[in-house]
């Protein structure tokens, strides 16, 4: 089933002079996202891979209704991110870095201030959170300042926060990027049980590894275009994705190396 269409995306964003300069350019518009279009299903993990600055995290934060499109839609469960961006949240997850959680508050009373912006009845949200504070090995830090807590503890919260509301769609910017090894094999998977549980995952990153080991389709972003969108044993083709990516990237790319 369907659960997520991008259809013609597109979003051009103004550059200041710093930002003109650090790019080197004349131009004072930059297209993050030209003419994007992808669909997710349920019960499967899709990436969207491509270097920095590839237009990943624009399309993520355009998916989770944080910016608008200046063409193009998308519709998540049937709802548009441009007409129904409430229906959107109610059942979306979105986590990125750039998203910080106060750190003067506890993890628990975070999850249960998040909990209440969703209307969970209490013995909903009490019995969730139990879930996903043993998931990720948190009660015990559970009243602690967020602010003292390492950089994975942090990541691990953050995730469990945006589980709160128990979405159908949950979408991920870089879900292991400056993770320990071990927090980041919790992470990849918890992806696999969310994915078991029947929802729809959208993962965005540059590392080809977490593609492999977890995704069922991938869309390639190079320079805010989508190259190739395909299953993951497609577009791979016999070869590794790193080769597949970069034969895409020299053929499609003016950039040279």
């Known amino acids: 089933m369907i659960i997520l269409q991008a259809d013609g995306v597109r979003k051009t964003f103004t550059l200041s002079a710093k930002q003109m300069k650090i790019n080197k350019t004349k131009d004072k518009t930059k297209v993050a996202l030209d003419g994007v279009s992808f669909t997710a299903y349920a019960g499967e993990i ?11 995290t624009t399309m993520m934060r355009i998916i989770s209704t944080l910016i608008k499109a200046d063409e193009g839609d998308v519709t998540l469960m049937g709802h548009s991110v441009k007409t129904s961006p409430d229906n959107v949240r109610k059942n979306l997850a979105f986590l990125t870095s750039e998203l910080k959680l106060e750190e003067f508050f506890t993890p628990s009373y975070i999850y249960d201030f998040y909990s209440d912006l969703h209307n969970i009845p209490h013995h909903i949200r009490n019995e969730r ?12 830090f559970s009243e602690v300042k967020v602010g003292e807590l390492s950089t994975g503890m942090k990541q691990k919260v953050s995730i469990a926060v945006s589980l709160a509301h128990d979405p159908s769609v949950i979408v991920y910017d870089e879900p292991t990027n400056g993770l320990d090894i071990i927090t980041a094999k919790i992470v990849t998977d918890f992806l696999l049980d969310l994915k078991a549980q029947g929802k729809c995952i ?37 070869k590794s994705l790193e080769d597949a990516f970069f034969d895409l990237y020299y053929a499609t790319s003016p950039v040279t190396m």
């Open 202 to 238: 959208i993962v965005s990153t540059h590392i080809f590894s977490l593609i492999e080991k977890v995704c069922d389709r991938v869309g390639i972003i190079i320079e805010g275009r989508m190259v190739r969108e395909d299953t993951l044993s497609n577009v791979c083709n016999g």
């Open 46 to 56: 899709y990436g969207l891979l491509g270097p920095n600055g590839a237009g990943k």
């Open 129 to 140: 959170k139990k879930l996903l504070f043993d998931k990720f090995g948190i009660h015990k």
